[in-house]
C-alpha cells in the first residue's frame, strides 16, 4: 500500500491498524505492551485512535559465522582460534531463512551457554601467548581519521538515507529493479561516508564518534544484505524476491556466506555458499 502510494500520514509512509473493537479491558490484559508503547512512543491510545505501522527489521538471522561450541568460523571448514560468538550477534544456522518465535533462545540459552564452555576450555589448555606489538594500532589509526578534519559530511544524513533506501528497496517486497537500486545507494553513501565529520573530538563518553563508528558497520551489513539477497534469485522464508516467488532447493539450499576482499570500506565483497547439515528434520516449504 505504501509503495503504491496509498500510505497514510502526511508523508503517506505507514498505514494504520485498528483495534478499538477489543475494547480497552482486552488491549490491556491481552497486548499490555503494544498497548503502552503506542502510548509512549507515537502517543497514540490504541483503545481510541488508530495505530500507525510499518515493517521494520526485527531480527538477523545471519550473522557471524560459528560452529556448534560458538567457534568463529574463518570460513566453512577453518576456526579462528581463540575467538568465540553467541547471541543475535552469531550465526549457528540453526534458524534456516526463517526464525520462528522464541527460537531466539537458541542463539541466547543453548549456544552462549556451549560458547562459555568452549572458550573456558580454550583459555585453561592454552598456553600464554605473547601481546603482539602495537595491538591497537589499526583502531587507534581508524578512530584518529574518523576524527580527523577531512570533510563535512553529517552522520545523522547518511544514516537517514541509508534507512530509507533499504526500507524501500531491500525489505519486504525485493525484485532484482530494487535491490540494484539499493546496492546503488549504499555504495554511494560508503563514498560520503570517507568524508564524515565527527563535531565532538573528544576522548570519552564521545556518543557523536560512536555514532560515525556505528554508521560504518551499518554500512557494511547494508551491502552484505543487499549483495546476498541480489545473488539469491528466489524466495525462502524472509527473502521473498517478487520476480522470483518460488523456492528453489536446487539451487539455493545452501546459507551464504560473504568475504570482504581487501581493505577499507569500499573493497568488493564476494558471496561463497556453506552446505546446509540435515539431521532429523527435512527443510520444507512454509504453508498456512
Not at 505504501?2 to 497514510?8: D, I, K, M, P, Q
Request: charged share 30%; glycine share 8%; hydrophobic share 35%.
Amino acid at each position: 500500500e505504501v509503495l503504491e502510494g496509498r500510505g497514510a500520514g502526511p508523508n503517506k509512509d505507514y498505514v494504520y491498524i485498528d483495534v478499538r473493537h477489543l475494547g480497552e479491558d482486552v488491549l490491556n490484559e491481552k497486548l499490555p505492551d503494544i498497548t503502552e508503547f503506542a502510548r509512549t512512543y507515537l502517543g497514540v491510545d490504541p483503545v481510541t485512535e488508530l495505530v500507525p505501522v510499518y515493517p521494520t527489521c526485527h531480527y538477523v538471522m545471519g550473522g557471524i559465522p560459528t560452529n556448534i561450541r560458538g567457534q568463529v568460523l574463518a570460513n566453512n571448514d577453518q576456526i579462528v582460534h581463540g575467538l568465540f560468538a553467541a547471541g543475535e550477534c552469531a550465526c549457528v544456522s540453526v534458524h534456516g531463512a526463517n526464525r520462528l518465535g522464541t527460537n531466539s533462545l537458541l542463539d541466547i540459552n543453548v549456544f552462549g551457554r556451549r560458547a562459555g564452555i568452549a572458550a573456558a576450555e580454550y583459555a585453561n589448555e592454552t598456553e600464554f601467548t605473547e601481546k603482539v606489538e602495537n595491538p591497537t594500532a589499526m583502531v587507534d589509526t581508524w578512530l584518529a581519521g574518523l576524527l580527523s578534519e577531512h570533510g563535512n559530511e553529517r552522520v545523522a544524513d547518511i544514516r537517514k538515507e541509508l534507512q530509507q533506501t533499504m526500507d524501500n528497496n531491500a525489505s519486504v517486497f525485493r525484485t532484482d529493479e530494487t535491490l540494484n537500486r539499493a546496492l546503488t545507494d549504499v555504495r554511494a553513501l560508503k563514498e560520503r561516508y570517507n568524508h564524515v565529520r565527527v563535531h565532538d573530538k573528544g576522548k570519552r563518553f564521545n556518543s557523536d564518534l560512536l555514532e560515525a563508528v556505528e554508521l560504518g558497520f551499518l554500512l557494511e551489513l547494508a551491502e552484505v544484505t543487499v549483495a546476498g539477497a541480489l545473488n539469491r534469485k528466489e524466495s525462502r522464508g524472509g527473502h521473498a524476491r517478487e520476480d522470483f516467488p518460488k523456492r528453489d532447493d536446487a539451487n539455493y539450499m545452501v546459507h551464504t556466506m560473504a568475504y570482504k576482499k581487501g581493505d577499507g570500506l569500499l573493497a568488493d565483497i564476494e558471496l561463497d555458499y556453506k552446505p546446509v547439515v540435515q539431521t532429523r528434520y527435512e527443510p520444507k516449504e512454509r504453508k498456512y
